[in-house]
């Protein structure tokens, strides 16, 4: 059992939880995520990492309830705990690969839309430890809605609040951001993106125009996590790949962001499993065991 040692609502339908998950700790990286499971039947959920703490042993997640699962996530109080927390599950940031020597000579951009600075957090405090400071861009719909911020404002070179209503920070999406830094002079050797599907799009074509090499995260069309339901099937460059044991981490570039959220909406559906069945013929994954 995996204790729950703190529970935060950081705002409305948005939970941080602290828990107790010593091997988890241990060897996480920046990147990765855990499948959690509060009884043996329920619903596996993954949940990417949000921080860590290998001498205490605690992993930290945040999670919006979207669904029965997450919403039965949020009932749970300190002291409670998780039947099963498995991970580190996925590949790790490639930042956390390279050279520290040569991550100082780079001018690197993170761009977090909502919920995606749980995820952002990690991989900028990670660098933050190296001696690599990193510009930061989050973003959200209303300032309400925003998380993380005096966590991320510890750990970045440079913060850049943007809220789409203009209620605090800048207005605007955070596309347009991008382009007013841009437009002041800065230079990025690289983007990385999480979010939705939809901001990690518009702000891939953005920075391909910028002629910025850009990763995204695809979290967000993750559902089993461990490769077994093929959800999360998208194509990168021409090939088929799986978000949870090929990435999460993809060029943002090669990512077909129009097939992914359409196959998104329809696996949703039995109906649209069938079809998706049908269209993909022989490389369709069905391991989700409804397509029948």
Known sequence: MYKILKKKELTTNIYLMEVEAKRVAKSCQPGQFVIVRMDEEGERIPLTICDYDRQAGTVTIVFQTVGAGTKMMAALAEGDSFRDFVGPLGCASEFVKEPVEELKKKNILFVAGGVG???VYPQVKWLHEQGVACDV?????????LI?????KAVAGNLYITTDDGSYGRSGMVTQTIKDLVAEGKKYDVCVAIGPMIMMKFVCLLTKELEIPTVVSLNPIMVDGTGMCGACRVTVGGKVKFACVDGPEFDGHAVNFDEAMRRQ?????????????????D???GGCGNCD
């Open 137 to 145: 861009i989050v973003g959200s719909k209303t300032k309400d809605l």
């Open 117 to 119: 600075a749980a995820p």
């Open 283 to 285: 490389t369709h994954h």
């Open 148 to 152: 993380l911020e005096e966590e991320m």
């Open 265 to 281: 909406a329809m696996y949703k559906t039995a109906e649209g499993r069938a079809t998706l069945k049908i269209e993909e013929g």
